[in-house]
Each structure stands twice: as C-alpha cells, then as structure tokens.
C-alpha cells in the first residue's frame, strides 16, 4: 500500500455495542467507541490475502468496555487464517468482561494446542474503560507501545516501569507454557493522550545502512508528529518509517493501531441498539 495514499476516512466507523470488527486482512480505517479515537492499518507482507499479524476490536454490551489486540503469529498468510478465526471468537465470548486475564490464558492454551504445529505468538491486550479512563495493558514479549501525555507533552515506552506498577512485564509469548500467568498493568489516559501499538516491522526498519530503527528510533519519529491533527498521526508516522527505510517495501507484516483519548463520556444505547444487544445475547443474532 502507498504511504502517500494513507489517509484516515472522512467518517470514522462508530462501532456499535456488542460489535468485533478487525482480521488478518489488509485495511486502513477509523473507529470510534466511546473515549476513543482509534486508527488502524495492517498490509500483509508482499501483499498476501492474509498476513500473520491478527488485530481486533470488540465494544461490549454496554458501550463502556473497548477491547484492543494486536498479535503477531508465527507464519505467514492463509496458515494464519484459522487462528484469526479463533481470536474473534475469543474475543465474542469474553466480549462483555471487564477483565481481559480470561481471554489471556484462553489465548495462551489455543497457542499451546498447536504447539505441534510450531505456532507461537507476540500480543498486547488492552482495555479501556469509558467510566474510568483506565487502560489496562497486557503485554506477551510483544513489542512495547508507545504512549504520549499530554498533561506532559513527552512520549515513552508504555511499561510497567511508565505505570508505576510493581507488577513484571517478561511475560513469555502465547503459546510456550500452557501454566504461564500473565501479568498486566493500568494506566489513567488524560484527554488528549495517544498510545500506539505495533508489530516489529515497525522498529526493525532498516535504514539504508542496515542499521534498524529500534524503540529509541521510534521514538524520535514520534516526538516530531504534529498531534494537532490526531487522525494524521498513523499515516505520518508509518510515512517517516517508509523515509527511514529509503522508500524500501517493509521485510514482514506491518500493523499499527493509533488510539486517541478524546475524553468523551459513555454513550447510552439507544432502544434499538438495547434491542440488538438482546438479540446478539441471546444467539438471536451473530456477533
């Protein structure tokens, strides 16, 4: 996909409660849930159908609870395609859950399953609370997000350490220990905040000599967005990455996923939209 043609949409797609949207597909696009601006793009690598990096995001009954994923699994296209499958109906059933731990070790044994296969994956999960402005992040050896603060105006590496949690963050990739526990951390989002999520095709963008760009890399890129424009900060960021690489095609499948608080309050469903819910609850309807 052209970088200069990346260009978030007029409209972004409102999700609606109850609702899963995302896959393993290539796509850009806008979202909004209550709180949240969220801006997504994933191109699978040399243009495959299916790429291996797998994002979802899901709104709950009530409109409160978003759910992020971003994993990254081993392989490439159509072998993928089937845990795509799996993670969106993980995702439905834990849809309504304002704790993500259940999703995490049922993701942990899928992968386990498929050991045999030699199938392994990276992962963030988050959720974000409209009530509470809490995000909560759980992060399986996949590659660290980047969070801005605007009560700050400074970017860094969204850890642990960032959140001021005693909790550890080495948590193994899904899929090497089916007993393996997996920690999580919680941080307030501010209005304004902007928190980014990636695969490692991102900070392993090699420069013309070789050399990859790295977090610290990332970072510099993204002290000089202009976040004045918050539905501009994907497209330009995966723009300088391009520039970093010498105009050169990434080696991997490249997702990003660019969430901005726009401190807005939970929105009430509507009649029909409680009716929807109802129906979706009830098997009436798929999710």
């Given at each position: 996909?052209?970088p200069?043609?990346?260009?978030?949409?007029?409209?972004?797609?409102?999700?609606?409660?109850?609702?899963?949207?995302?896959?393993?597909?290539?796509?850009?696009?806008?979202?909004?849930?209550p709180?949240l601006?969220?801006?997504?793009?994933?191109?699978p690598?040399?243009?495959?159908?299916?790429?291996?990096?797998?994002?979802?995001?899901?709104?709950?009954?009530g409109?409160?609870?978003?759910?992020?994923?971003?994993?990254?699994?081993?392989?490439?296209?159509?072998?993928?395609?089937?845990?795509?499958?799996?993670?969106?109906?993980?995702?439905?059933?834990?849809?309504?859950?304002?704790?993500?731990?259940?999703?995490?070790?049922?993701?942990?044994?899928?992968?386990?399953?498929?050991?045999?296969?030699?199938?392994?994956?990276?992962?963030v999960?988050?959720?974000?609370?409209?009530?509470t402005d809490?995000?909560?992040v759980?992060?399986?050896?996949?590659?660290?997000?980047?969070?801005?603060?605007?009560?700050t105006?400074?970017?860094?590496?969204?850890?642990?350490?960032?959140?001021?949690?005693?909790?550890?963050?080495?948590?193994?990739?899904?899929?090497?220990?089916?007993?393996?526990?997996?920690?999580?951390?919680?941080?307030?989002?501010?209005?304004?905040?902007?928190?980014?999520?990636?695969?490692?095709?991102?900070?392993e963008?090699?420069?013309?000599?070789?050399?990859?760009?790295?977090?610290?890399?990332?970072?510099?890129?993204?002290r000089g967005?202009?976040?004045?424009?918050?539905?501009?900060i994907?497209?330009?960021?995966?723009?300088?990455?391009r520039?970093?690489?010498?105009?050169?095609?990434?080696?991997?499948?490249?997702?990003?996923?660019?969430l901005?608080?726009?401190?807005?309050?939970?929105?009430?469903?509507?009649?029909?939209?409680?009716?929807?819910?109802?129906?979706?609850?009830?098997?009436?309807?798929?999710?």
């Amino acid at each position: 996909m052209d970088p200069e043609s990346l260009d978030p949409a007029s409209e972004p797609f409102a999700m609606r409660c109850m609702e899963i949207w995302g896959g393993n597909k290539a796509v850009q696009e806008s979202i909004a849930t209550p709180g949240l601006d969220i801006w997504v793009f994933s191109e699978p690598y040399r243009a495959e159908a299916h790429g291996g990096d797998v994002h979802y995001v899901s709104l709950c009954g009530g409109g409160i609870i978003t759910r992020m994923i971003i994993a990254d699994v081993s392989g490439h296209g159509e072998s993928v395609a089937g845990f795509s499958d799996a993670l969106r109906s993980l995702m439905r059933r834990n849809i309504n859950s304002k704790s993500q731990k259940r999703l995490v070790g049922a993701l942990n044994r899928q992968f386990t399953e498929l050991a045999q296969l030699r199938r392994f994956a990276t992962a963030v999960v988050a959720t974000y609370l409209a009530t509470t402005d809490r995000l909560d992040v759980c992060n399986a050896a996949h590659p660290r997000p980047i969070w801005y603060r605007s009560e700050t105006r400074t970017w860094s590496l969204l850890t642990h350490e960032s959140a001021n949690s005693a909790e550890s963050a080495m948590n193994v990739p899904l899929g090497i220990d089916e007993e393996a526990t997996y920690d999580q951390f919680s941080v307030r989002l501010d209005r304004g905040d902007v928190v980014i999520f990636y695969t490692d095709a991102l900070t392993e963008a090699a420069g013309p000599s070789g050399a990859m760009l790295g977090e610290e890399g990332l970072l510099t890129i993204a002290r000089g967005l202009d976040l004045r424009t918050p539905e501009r900060i994907g497209p330009d960021l995966l723009d300088a990455i391009r520039r970093h690489r010498d105009g050169g095609a990434a080696d991997d499948d490249v997702t990003l996923l660019v969430l901005h608080h726009n401190g807005g309050p939970p929105r009430r469903p509507s009649i029909g939209e409680k009716l929807d819910i109802y129906a979706k609850v009830f098997g009436l309807k798929a999710v």
